[in-house]
């Protein structure tokens, strides 16, 4: 055993070290002293509590319980939050009689209920970020046993449902009241539930004043204060997608053609989500004129920054959709601000001039549900690169599907799936001898969940053929293998009905009253596709199924389909990269003489 010299000299580790081999030997009173006497000289040096702790556990071990009682309360003077301590003080209390006491310390070991609540709910984000939707609602569902009255918690756990097909989605397994469900429908989950722009708009607007950016403080610059001395347009796009995404899979030839004598592109990058293939976010920031990134200063940095910059028009491609920064769009972060592709439907902020749109998309000038005015464009919505390839050599064989029968495609988010189109599905394959429906397989649950609707609508489970998601070239490949692509609604596809689109896979669609339910119809419309437009799900199931039990009838609409190719404003790159040019000069030049004419009235 050391002296008493250099034993007080030991650092924490020597110190620790020769005390767990001594009592590893048995030699416990010799590690006993040899705390004892290290303490007299380093009781309050920085890490000490360590060595009390150890000193009370082995004088507990030994049964001097005042003496271990000591040692963890000297611990704990230094470490109050010291968790292993105050379990061991409940201890030494407990072996001295002092009941009231022990349960008063293990009492206060317990995190505080808010504190269980927050560690839940960050565990559920987690959980959600990589994609375990079933964690994710577990945590949910305990946080809020401890707190039923959590926005924010409520609105998230009716998501997850959502995704997990676990319907109804609103329900009485919930710990929370079932009209306080409902007011907290998230702005994307109403989307998917309900065709009504106006309730769509009621549950942006609840969301926006959760974040009180209903509230928020307007920036310096005003609407139509458009920057002086400026030759050419400068278009910030701002996105929390500047990689491999849909939204930038639609963005990317956009800001390739956009005319350079009339405009500068900037890309204002909140980015955030990690991506494995960098070849989009390279392309993206290789064309643009200057790249701002904007992750890692708050609102009001950013917002100076983007003003700094001197962006005559924003364009918003996030929305309120998962990464977006609401809060620099609702403070007016530029002079004009328009809405496009990130969030089909209105963002309920004044601060938002225009959204994109086309007039089959948006029929009515001044449209209920929308706080946007409608900026429209000549032709389509959105664009098809006609060069875009199929990758060679996919058969069916490689997906368990059958090489003979109608397959059925809704290789779609889960999330888009009610029980009346999962119905409806279910009718079409009772319809269809051998056919089969094909569907992601998302995870374990939701295809659980599936299977299960399935045969309680009296359909073998079997007939419902699951694929793991795989990158979009892919996908567009497997597309190829399908008969007919099964649109859901209320909440339709843009990116995936591009894809069945280059895969040559026709559509089946019912458009409701929303820009997200129209869009493959304005999709399958500018294809001169109008027969797979249909205004209702029983007109849905007999079209399907007239379809699925004569596949003549789908080759000769594929055949129509590729040919549109030619003609369609689908495939014409150049002019709708014009159309959205001259629709955001429309945009500059009305707001502008709307300026004008304010100041000479005024």
């Known amino acids: 055993m050391p002296t008493n010299a250099s034993t007080r000299s030991m650092d924490i580790n020597s110190i620790l070290e020769a005390g767990r081999k001594l009592e590893g030997s048995g030699a416990v009173s010799q590690a006993?002293?040899?705390?004892?006497?290290?303490?007299?000289?380093?009781?309050?040096?920085?890490?000490?509590?360590?060595?009390?702790?150890?000193?009370?556990?082995?004088?507990?071990?030994?049964?001097?319980?005042?003496?271990?009682?000591?040692?963890?309360?000297?611990?704990?003077?230094?470490?109050?939050?010291?968790?292993?301590?105050?379990?061991?003080?409940?201890?030494?209390?407990?072996?001295?009689?002092?009941?009231?006491?022990?349960?008063?310390?293990?009492?206060?070991?317990?995190?505080?209920?808010?504190?269980?609540?927050?560690?839940?709910n960050n565990i559920a984000r987690l959980m959600d970020q990589t994609h375990r939707p079933e964690d994710a609602e577990l945590a949910l569902m305990r946080s809020l046993k401890l707190n039923n009255k959590q926005d924010a918690v409520v609105t998230t756990l009716l998501q997850q449902r959502q995704k997990l097909c676990r319907w109804p989605v609103i329900s009485s397994e919930i710990i929370a009241d079932i009209e306080f469900q409902k007011e907290h429908i998230g702005p994307l989950m109403s989307l998917a539930l309900t065709d009504d722009p106006t309730e769509n708009l009621g549950s942006v607007n609840r969301f926006l004043k959760s974040k009180q950016l209903d509230q928020i403080s307007p920036s310096s610059v005003k609407r139509g204060q458009f920057y002086k001395g400026h030759t050419k347009i400068r278009i910030g796009f701002l996105s929390a997608d500047f990689r491999l995404h849909a939204t930038s899979i639609f963005f990317a030839p956009l800001?390739?053609?956009?005319?350079?004598?009339?405009?500068?592109?900037?890309?204002?990058?909140?980015?955030?989500?990690?991506?494995?293939?960098?070849?989009?976010?390279?392309?993206?920031?290789?064309?643009?004129?200057?790249?701002?990134?904007?992750?890692?200063?708050?609102?009001?940095?950013?917002?100076?920054?983007?003003?700094?910059?001197?962006?005559?028009?924003?364009?918003?491609l996030a929305g309120l959709t998962a990464g977006a920064r609401p809060g620099i769009v609702a403070a007016r972060a530029a002079p004009l601000q328009i809405?496009?592709?990130?969030?089909?439907?209105?963002?309920?902020?004044?601060?938002?001039?225009?959204?994109?749109?086309?007039?089959?998309?948006?029929?009515?000038?001044?449209?209920?549900?929308?706080?946007?005015?409608?900026?429209?464009?000549?032709?389509?919505?959105?664009?098809?690169?006609?060069?875009?390839?199929?990758?060679?050599?996919?058969?069916?064989?490689?997906?368990?599907?059958p090489e003979t029968g109608t397959i059925y495609c809704a290789l779609l988010n889960s999330y888009k799936i009610t029980p009346e189109m999962f119905g409806a599905w279910m009718n079409i394959l009772r319809a269809v001898p051998d056919s089969v429906l094909w569907l992601v397989d998302e995870n374990p649950t939701t295809r659980k969940n599936l299977e299960s609707y399935a045969t309680a609508h009296?359909?073998?489970?079997?007939?419902?053929?699951?694929?793991?998601?795989?990158?979009?070239?892919?996908?567009?490949?497997q597309l190829a293998l399908a008969d007919l692509f099964l649109d859901t609604s209320p909440y339709g596809n843009g990116a995936t009905a591009r894809d069945a689109v280059i895969a040559n896979l026709p559509i089946l669609t019912k458009p409701g009253r929303t820009i997200m339910?129209?869009?493959?119809?304005?999709?399958?419309?500018?294809?001169?596709?109008?027969?797979?437009?249909?205004?209702?799900?029983?007109s849905y199931e007999s079209k399907a199924i007239e379809l699925g039990n004569d596949k003549s009838l789908i080759k000769k609409i594929k055949t129509k389909m590729l040919a549109a190719r030619a003609t369609s404003p689908l495939f014409d790159k150049e002019k709708f990269i014009d159309d959205f040019g001259s629709a955001i000069s429309l945009a500059v030049d009305t707001t502008k003489r709307q300026q004008s004419s304010s100041k000479k009235s005024s």
Not at 278 to 292: C, G, Q
Not at 343 to 349: I, V
Not at 461 to 477: E, K, T
Not at 517 to 538: C, F, N, Q, T
């Open 32 to 120: 006993i002293e040899l705390f004892r006497e290290w303490l007299k000289a380093n009781a309050n040096i920085e890490l000490s509590f360590l060595i009390w702790y150890e000193f009370g556990r082995l004088l507990q071990k030994e049964g001097n319980y005042p003496k271990a009682e000591s040692s963890f309360r000297a611990a704990l003077e230094q470490k109050p939050q010291f968790v292993e301590a105050m379990l061991a003080l409940g201890k030494s209390l407990e072996s001295q009689g002092k009941l009231d006491q022990a349960i008063a310390v293990w009492q206060s070991a317990i995190p505080s209920e808010d504190l269980q609540i927050d560690l839940l």
């Open 255 to 316: 800001i390739e053609g956009l005319d350079r004598t009339k405009f500068e592109i900037y890309l204002l990058d909140i980015t955030t989500a990690s991506d494995s293939v960098f070849d989009m976010r390279k392309r993206l920031i290789s064309v643009a004129d200057k790249h701002v990134p904007l992750q890692d200063i708050n609102d009001a940095t950013a917002i100076k920054r983007i003003q700094e910059m001197e962006i005559d028009v924003l364009v918003d």
């Open 339 to 401: 809405a496009y592709i990130g969030f089909l439907a209105s963002c309920g902020m004044p601060s938002v001039d225009y959204i994109v749109t086309t007039k089959d998309l948006f029929p009515k000038k001044k449209q209920s549900g929308f706080t946007e005015e409608p900026l429209y464009l000549g032709g389509t919505y959105l664009v098809v690169d006609p060069d875009t390839e199929l990758q060679p050599g996919v058969t069916r064989a490689q997906f368990n599907l």
């Open 458 to 477: 009296g359909i073998d489970a079997g007939r419902l053929h699951f694929s793991q998601r795989v990158h979009p070239a892919q996908y567009r490949s």
């Open 517 to 538: 339910s129209r869009l493959s119809a304005h999709v399958m419309r500018s294809l001169g596709l109008k027969e797979l437009i249909v205004d209702d799900i029983a």
